[in-house]
């Protein structure tokens, strides 16, 4: 039981650190061809969002904004899964609930 105990306090100490070192690592999802991209945080966290100007001079707002939207959304995705891939790491590939 006490190694046990020692374990799981272990494990804890190392997800602990791996969440500073999410915020740290960032992924970067992109639109239209490149013309919206958006760098997201390994915790979710959108850091930019970079609009090549040509977009404004089409003054299509609404596919400036389906294009925002989904380079944002494949960023969380990919952030997601970059947090799950180092929990994995960690855990030994257990999916525990209620982590990341």
């Known amino acids: 039981m ?13 997800m602990a650190k791996l969440q500073e070192e999410l915020k740290e690592m ?9 013309m919206v991209k ?3 945080t390994g915790q979710q966290e959108v850091r930019s969002i970079t609009i090549d100007p040509e977009l404004l001079e089409e003054k299509d707002l609404e ?4 294009l925002v939207l989904a380079a944002v959304n494949e ?3 990919r952030a997601r899964e970059l947090s799950q891939e180092q929990m994995a790491k960690i855990t030994g590939g257990l999916n525990l609930p209620g982590m990341f």
């Open 38 to 40: 958006v760098v997201c």
């Open 75 to 77: 960023a969380l995705s």
């Open 2 to 14: 006490r190694n046990l105990m020692k374990e799981a306090q272990k494990m804890q100490a190392k």
């Open 26 to 34: 960032t992924v970067e999802a992109q639109s239209g061809g490149g």
């Open 63 to 66: 596919m400036l904004q389906d």
